[in-house]
């Protein structure tokens, strides 16, 4: 049994997409969304929260201090940044504190990373992880070698 990230895909997702809900328009860009996600991620051990604070950082956008952070094993972190209170993690953890919870649409490779401020619904940070140049190839040579592939979920995350 082998971890697909980092083994099939190169193990940093990156963002693909911003989308701010239909509660919030008008209320926070995409860059806000980012930047309160990120700096709410700052304190969450989570693989995925580095490449939002990286995502983050790449569009120039400058972490807030925290406090009151809070991270809830498995499914998210929830800390006051700046004058806001953030919550980012899986949807039914959003989906718990906040009112306008929309389910995001999300291609075939891809995750969503929920976010909400001062109790509202405020979008979704998509992200992917490409796969390797030698994924195809890797897991045909282990199909030639008797190999099959099953994909597991343990903890909310998949596993080939």
Same mark, same amino acid.
């Given at each position: ?10 193990? %940093? ?16 860009? +995409?860059?806000?969304?980012?930047? !309160? $996600?990120?700096?709410?991620?700052? =304190?969450?051990? @989570?693989? !995925?929260?580095?490449? /939002?604070?990286?995502?983050?950082? @790449? ?11 809070? +991270?809830?094993?498995?499914?998210? /972190?929830?800390? &006051? ?6 919550? /980012? ?5 959003? %989906? ?6 929309? +389910?995001?649409?999300? $291609? ?5 990373? =929920? ?16 796969? %390797?140049? &030698? ?13 099959? +592939?099953? !994909?597991? %979920? ?7």
């Amino acid at each position: 049994m082998f971890d697909k990230t980092g083994t099939l895909t190169h193990g %940093r997702p990156a963002l693909h997409g911003i989308r701010v809900s239909q509660a919030a328009s008008g209320l926070v860009t +995409e860059d806000r969304l980012l930047q !309160l $996600a990120a700096s709410a991620e700052q =304190y969450s051990s @989570q693989v !995925l929260a580095s490449s /939002v604070m990286d995502a983050a950082r @790449q569009r120039g956008l400058d972490l807030l201090e925290g406090t009151s952070a809070f +991270e809830h094993a498995t499914q998210g /972190v929830a800390a &006051n940044c700046g004058d806001q209170s953030v919550v /980012v993690g899986k949807p039914d953890f959003v %989906r718990s504190v906040t009112s306008g919870f929309e +389910e995001a649409e999300v $291609a075939r490779g891809q995750l969503a990373i =929920y976010v909400a401020i001062d109790g509202l619904f405020a979008g979704a940070l998509t992200m992917s992880d490409p796969l %390797r140049d &030698n994924a195809v190839t890797t897991l045909a040579d282990l199909r030639r070698l008797g190999v099959q +592939e099953t !994909l597991l %979920r343990a903890f909310g995350q998949a596993f080939c």
